[in-house]
């Protein structure tokens, strides 16, 4: 598969065309590779975007306009590949996803997707368009789930690193059933009235931590000696932390959504699914999310 390249004078970016995913942030100055490199033993993936759905759906399938439509965790625009339309300059490329027969069997929706990355300093903002072009409402959920070594460059173990979040508050967050559902279990990640979350072996043991009600709006990860090395920002009204149960994985997933898994039971047609974005015939969804590093 085709990769593309973004780049300054302190980091390298590529992309690839399957997914328009991000995979790799390389730092000129350090060398130090930032994302997840997609190692199988413990996740095959760097930084997918999740497309029409985030999460899991109850039953496998979604209801719309009657009829049900199977479709697998995050949605299929993750394994297809996109069209790369547009790059000015080096720092900056657009790509583009339309609908195809395929897609309508399991979504019956005329729609173009497009994911542009602008790199600029240390910084790379994700921007998402979805682009209504059917003659009636279209419904979908999107969302990033980039993935970032930690620990950074084998220096010290997760255990050591922290979450900073730009709240002083504790962060309440729900959890998954073994479905991939949300359930009614819980928890708090407590703040140390700093922001300073400390990221525990056990963290994920029952996998992500899914944090509605726009409680944060910036996450970092940091080092052991609490220097803070990269940020993801964002507007959207929830985000998922997450590394694989069990697995020792030297990664966290900072995942900003405007779109989450069912509920335990939900029996509701795509229009009623919490979190559910419309737009009209003609009509644009815009989004974005920067991450930033610190070198």
């Given at each position: 598969m085709q990769k593309f390249y973004l780049e300054n004078l302190?980091?390298?970016?590529v992309i690839s065309e399957q997914g328009a995913e991000l995979c790799s942030i390389l730092s000129k100055e350090n060398g130090h590779e930032?994302?997840?490199n997609a190692d199988e033993t413990y996740w095959k993936r760097h930084a997918p975007v999740l497309f029409p759905i985030v999460g899991s759906l109850n039953k496998g399938a979604v209801n719309i306009d009657g009829t049900y439509y199977p479709m697998s965790q995050h949605g299929f625009a993750r394994d297809m590949d996109f069209k790369m339309v547009k790059q000015p300059d080096g720092k900056e490329i657009l790509f583009r996803l339309e609908y195809n027969e395929e897609t309508l069997k399991n979504y019956p929706y005329k729609f173009a997707l497009e994911i542009g990355y602008k790199l600029d300093g240390y910084k790379i903002e994700t921007t998402w368009r979805v682009i209504n072009l059917d003659d009636k409402e279209i419904h979908f959920q999107i969302g990033g789930h980039p993935a970032f070594m930690c620990p950074l460059a084998k220096q010290g173990k997760q255990s050591e690193y922290m979450l900073n979040f730009d709240t002083d508050k504790n962060l309440k967050y729900s959890l998954l059933n073994s479905e991939g559902l949300?359930?009614?279990?819980g928890g708090e990640l407590e703040n140390d009235g700093s922001g300073l979350v400390k990221i525990?072996?056990?963290?994920?043991?029952k996998d992500a931590l899914i944090i509605e009600g726009s409680q944060a709006s910036k996450v970092t990860i940091c080092k052991p000696d609490g220097m803070s090395y990269i940020t993801v920002g964002f507007e959207a009204p929830l985000f998922g932390?997450?590394?694989p149960a069990g697995k020792g994985a030297p990664f966290i997933c900072i995942e900003p959504w405007y779109g989450r898994a069912d509920r335990e039971g939900f029996a509701g047609n795509i229009a009623e699914r919490e979190y559910d974005n419309c737009i009209k015939p003609s009509e644009t969804f815009e989004k974005s999310y920067y991450i930033e590093l610190e070198v």
């Open positions: 302190r980091l390298k970016v930032y994302l997840w949300l359930s009614s279990e525990d072996e056990h963290m994920f043991d932390i997450w590394s």
